[in-house]
């Protein structure tokens, strides 16, 4: 594979979603470009790379490309002190305002997990302390990780990452092909498309979420 054609796959990926490919995983771009291929059918990369020259690009490709790119590790109650944390920032900030719902933005929401453990977090909270409703926007760039978290269904794996025994028998239940998150659940969250370098989501939020994303940009 040329280092030309490298380059322009990382530059486009860069300008188009802020992702970096730099010296340390140009080579993890290279394997995903050949995915790419194989999944189109295409013999090499340079057959790709035409493709991505054309005059009208490729919706389909551009954005296999961008899911491609994108790295999607999340689990449930990813760094459990960030949950203790809104607990009382919500206590403390948002409850002083008297708002009539609770709007949370999860803006890179990777395949779910996230949004559903705020939502986990504030029924919780609710048995606890009288809260107005909540509703939860999550928004990501992947259309691979959105169609998961629409579907809100995870394996046994997914599950035990991050979940008590007594969350998934509360919030999740056991179907054929995994664990899914009972609706009045799931219910809360509005999945989404949205790119953050040129973000479309309306606010006002209480609280955005936009956790181990920035690690992969250029700041
Ligand atoms: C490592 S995951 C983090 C998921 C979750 N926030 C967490 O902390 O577990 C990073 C997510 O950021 C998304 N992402 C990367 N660049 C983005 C962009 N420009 N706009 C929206 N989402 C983006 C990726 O698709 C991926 O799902």
Redesign the pocket.
């Known amino acids: 594979m040329s280092p030309d054609i490298l380059t322009f796959f990382s530059r486009l990926i860069e300008k188009?979603?802020?992702?970096i490919y730099g010296e340390n995983n140009i080579y993890q771009l290279k394997s995903r470009l050949e995915d790419i291929c194989k999944h189109f059918k295409l013999a090499t990369v340079e057959e790709l790379h035409r493709e991505f020259n054309q005059v009208v690009p490729n919706s389909i490709m551009r954005q296999k490309l961008f899911?491609h790119a994108?790295?999607?590790?999340?689990?449930f109650f990813?760094?459990p002190s960030f949950f203790t944390a809104l607990e009382s920032f919500i206590l403390r900030e948002v409850l002083l305002e008297m708002p009539n719902e609770i709007r949370i933005w999860?803006?890179?929401?990777?395949?779910g997990?996230?949004a559903l453990s705020v939502a986990m977090a504030l029924e919780e909270m609710c048995s606890r302390v009288p809260l107005p409703p909540f509703s939860i926007i999550a928004?990501?760039?992947?259309d691979k990780?959105l169609v998961k978290a629409r579907s809100g269904i995870y394996s046994d794996f997914e599950v035990m990452r991050g979940l008590s025994d007594e969350r998934k028998s509360r919030f999740f239940q056991k179907e054929t092909d995994g664990w899914k998150a009972k609706s009045s659940l799931h219910g809360k969250i509005q999945f989404g498309y949205?790119?953050?370098?040129r973000?479309t989501v309306k606010g006002p939020f209480h609280i955005i979420?936009?956790?181990?994303?920035l690690?992969?940009?250029k700041i």
């Open positions: 188009e979603t802020g992702i899911d994108t790295n999607n590790e999340t689990l990813r760094d999860s803006a890179a929401s990777s395949t997990q996230e928004t990501d760039i992947c990780a949205n790119n953050l370098i973000s979420l936009c956790r181990n994303v690690i992969y940009q």
